[in-house]
């Protein structure tokens, strides 16, 4: 009976020990991934100390940028007016409505920093990346490591093509649609300084996130919850959401112009397909080769 009890206290102590490790390394983790975070947070940090430096030129050329009628897009949309006049004369955007004003005692200090913050993140976005990626990298087998290796480089081109495009065409194509949106002569358009703020900032951010689908379907193909014959029978209900997000921020109802804002969130569509494919021949491969050995 005695030896039957050790042998009971052995196997607990074991179990216990066991288990206090286990807490131990995912405390552990915990830390590690505690460490990368606050590196990205200072490096935001000091993209959001740079922006502070140069706000002015930020809140007077890009901030307020697409409120003036020089625009680059606009500027361009005039030229393409001008070598295709059955475009429409609409399409060519000389003037902007719309007045934007300060209601609130901190309004402008609060307009400045949180700009100077939406600068750090969108600047500090690859490094945030970045650290994700060396805190997951050791986790990873090495066939793992080779097929994620190119993680950070694409996600953050993915990321700055979509605000680029987010802010030149999305969010321009918008504001010049909110601004002079009327239903009554009776109302004036004028708009406050954290409305103004907020929809650029939904815009420009929101369209980088949906630039990154591709990467999304990368992991969850990955992980098995994404497939390409699913992603193909959802594609005419892709094509139909893509179509009311062109037809909303046109400020024309020129199809040609619809179809510019709609063309490169189909080809996000189609390129995410493309990698949900290449990622289901990749596991039949390599479930092939398990078998064949």
């Known amino acids: 009976m005695s030896d039957t009890r050790k042998s009971l206290l052995t ?5 216990k020990s066991t288990t206090l490790e286990a807490e131990m390394s995912f405390f552990d983790h915990l830390d ?19 922006a502070f430096y140069f706000n002015e030129e930020i809140l007077d050329k890009i ?14 949309m005039c ?15 000389t003037k902007i409505n719309g007045e934007i004003i300060n209601t609130e005692m901190a309004g402008q200090f609060n307009l400045q920093l949180n700009v100077c913050v939406m600068c750090g993140i969108i600047l500090g976005f690859p490094y945030l990346l970045w650290e994700i990626w060396r805190f997951v990298k050791p986790a990873l087998h090495e066939k793992e490591r080779k097929s994620a290796s190119g993680f950070v480089f694409f996600a953050s081109v ?13 969010c321009a194509l918008s504001i010049n649609f909110l601004t002079g949106y009327t239903v009554s002569s009776e109302i004036k358009n004028t708009f406050t300084i954290d409305s103004y703020v907020s929809s650029i900032a939904t815009l420009t951010l929101g369209t980088g996130i949906i630039f990154e689908l591709p990467i999304i379907i990368f992991i969850l193909s990955k992980l098995g919850l994404m497939t390409p014959k699913l992603m193909r029978s959802s594609r005419r209900y ?27 969130l189909f080809l996000l569509y189609e390129a995410s397909i493309f990698v949900s494919a290449y990622i289901e021949k990749k596991k039949k491969k ?7 050995n």
């Open 32 to 50: 590690v991934l505690r460490k990368h975070l606050i590196r990205a947070v200072i490096a935001i940090g000091v993209f959001t100390g740079i």
């Open 11 to 15: 196997k607990a102590i074991g179990q």
């Open 79 to 93: 030229k393409l007016v001008e070598h295709f006049p059955s475009l429409g004369k609409d399409m060519c955007i």
């Open 286 to 292: 390599a479930e092939a080769d398990f078998y064949a």
């Open 158 to 170: 993915l990321f700055i093509i979509g605000i680029i495009f987010g802010y030149f065409i999305i």
């Open 63 to 76: 901030i307020f940028g697409p409120k003036k009628p020089d625009f680059w897009t606009y500027r361009m």
């Open 238 to 264: 892709a094509a139909v959401i893509i179509l009311i997000i062109a037809a909303i921020v046109t400020p024309t109802p020129d199809i040609l112009t619809m179809l510019t804002v709609a063309a490169p």
